[in-house]
């Protein structure tokens, strides 16, 4: 029957039985045999169903009503159940993804200190090559530009070579710390800033820890053209 498929399928099933023939079933399980002419049902082949649903193996309960408001409060607490269960198995999701990525963190410590251990002897410089690596910069520039791969750069010298390997130009009113991108195709320009303290004086890349790092340090815009790109025939021409 539709019911014990349901059950087989694991789906969410609510039995409701008006309240006269839930009390007079109990009485019909001990006169099985007997031939009596039940009050509350036109035939007894509905309470020979009924000890089908009872014998189901799936959680099966069973309740009674006697209006339809006793069906509508009946499902409105089940349904409040349901939906305190789904939030506590979010809530659940959440502490295991936390857990996950921290156990991730800890593998990465444990592997960086095996790095720094097996090159004791350049142990500083090791130290310097993997503060670089996870350098906040890299991370902001991949978030605003959408630039799917990874990169690494170590001065402004070499940051510039990368940035203009993407098609933008340093704009020299800025001593090299603002450069702009014109997309011919729809007219835009992409302008990306930099602050000076990202660099030092001789134009190294300084060390940021996360949490000294802001996203204030770098910015990424871009806006419309009033003109149209394909006004600009010399791609070195400043549009502003």
Known sequence: MELRVALEQNKQVYIFVEREVYHEYRTFERNRDSKIKWASVDNSRIYEFLSEVYGLKNNNP??????????????????????????????????????????????????????????????????????????????????????????????????????????????????????????????SIETLKLNRNIFDEAGRLKPFSTADWSDDLVTFEIRKSKKSANAFDDDDEIPF
């Not at 991370?139 to 791969?149: D, E, G, I, K, T």
């Open 62 to 187: 069973i309740q009674p009503f006697e209006t339809s408001f006793d069906i509508t409060e009946n499902l409105k607490e089940q349904w409040a159940g349901l939906f305190q269960r789904l939030l506590t198995q979010q809530s659940l999701i959440a502490q295991s993804s936390l857990f996950h990525e921290l156990r991730l963190s800890l593998e990465t410590v444990r592997s960086l200190t095996d790095v720094v251990a097996s090159h004791a002897d350049r142990r500083d410089d090791v130290v310097a090559e993997l503060i670089l690596t996870s350098h906040p910069l890299f991370a902001s520039l991949r978030r605003l530009m959408n630039v799917p791969y990874r990169f690494i750069f170590d001065d402004k010298g070499s940051f510039s070579d990368w940035i203009q390997n993407r098609g933008f130009i340093e704009d020299p009113f800025e001593d090299g710390l603002e450069w702009y991108k014109i997309n011919k195709s729809n007219g």
